[in-house]
Nanobody, 127 residues
Framework: QVQLVESGGGLVQEGGSLRLSCAAS????????MGWFRQAQGKEREFVAA????????YYANSVKGRFTISRDNAKNTGYLQMNSLKPEDTAVYYC????????????????????WGQGTQVTVSS
């Protein structure tokens, strides 16, 4: 099983930017599709973005499309989520997740399809 550790969260003002990182270890990272999810206090976990194992295919929630960019560097075993034009409603704990995948185009917004999860990193956007 791959292990995941997120970093890069913090407090930022509305309109600001943050870049989250997800460091993977334990298995071949390039065999896994990756996703980012978030959970605001008192709400259910929701999908944010996903990227295929090769990085060639991406998928975004409508709420972040055009503001967030998911990427990965398989040589560094790390995934990223660049978040721009942040809004107070983006405040949440952000989790990265990995799904063992046999496809170079596989992306999914279904949390149950992911095999491993990080511990989460808090993002707080102040107005």
């Amino acid at each position: 099983q791959v292990q995941l550790v997120e970093s890069g969260g913090g407090l930022v003002q509305e309109g600001g930017s943050l870049r989250l990182s997800c460091a993977a270890s334990g298995r071949t990272f390039s065999n896994y599709a990756m996703g980012w999810f978030r959970q605001a206090q008192g709400k259910e976990r929701e999908f944010v973005a996903a990227i295929s194992r090769s990085g060639g295919n991406t998928y975004y929630a409508n709420s972040v499309k055009g503001r967030f960019t998911i990427s990965r560097d398989n040589a560094k075993n790390t995934g990223y989520l660049q978040m721009n034009s942040l809004k107070p409603e983006d405040t949440a704990v952000y989790y990265c997740a990995a799904k063992l995948s046999g496809s170079d185009v596989d992306t999914t917004n279904r949390a149950l399809e992911y095999d491993a999860w990080g511990q989460g990193t808090q993002v707080t956007v102040s107005s």
